[in-house]
């Protein structure tokens, strides 16, 4: 059994990861922005596993979550970064500073939040595996998703670079996850969408495979089979 710590964890692939982790056995430990998200995966999964109010993008709040799981005794052996946002589609030039800013500031500064805070812990026990999710849009590019794609190219970067930092035994992986059929998805492509795999079906390859990850795939970019 491993304890395996999940960002976006309330909803679409988060969701569905956080049940077939725990259907195999291990102990969850979550964050969601949704009070009601939530409590609703809290009254499902009772403890040892746990589900917390967070935003990603907020470092004190980040630091304050990681302290209090940490001295509960959940150090991951499995971190996974999964909390994103996806713009409204539209030209660059056309997209609300805001709106920009509010995606670095989750997609990019929320993991490395979550790394600061996490991984210490981690490299006392010299073991555990970081995953970063990436896309796609982090290796190629579309019109209309630019600030997605910047996002997610910096987790490329940022976590590759971070592979060459950990000691031996741990490793960093930027994770394409491919293409499913989710409320992002949804948004930027609704007429395509539903030919893509529901996160329930996404996730009976996604977990498996997220299971078998070790210090052998340090500073690989992979992507989910299938």
Known sequence: MVTILITGATRGCGREMVERFIEAGHTVVGCGRSSTHV???????????????????DDGQVATWARSVIEAGFVPDLLLNNAALMNEPAPLWEIAADEFDRMMKVNVCGVANVIRHFVPAMIERKKGVIVNFSSGWGRSTSPEVAPYCATKYAIEGLSLALAQEL??????????????????????????ANRYPTPDRWSRVAVPFLLRLGAKDNGRSLSVPG
């Open 39 to 57: 409590a609703a995966l809290t009254k499902q999964f009772e403890m040892p596993h746990r589900f917390d109010v967070v935003d990603v993008a």
């Open 167 to 192: 000691p031996r035994g741990m490793a960093s992986i930027p994770l394409n996850p491919g293409i499913i059929n989710t409320e992002m998805l949804q948004t930027c492509w609704p007429d395509g």
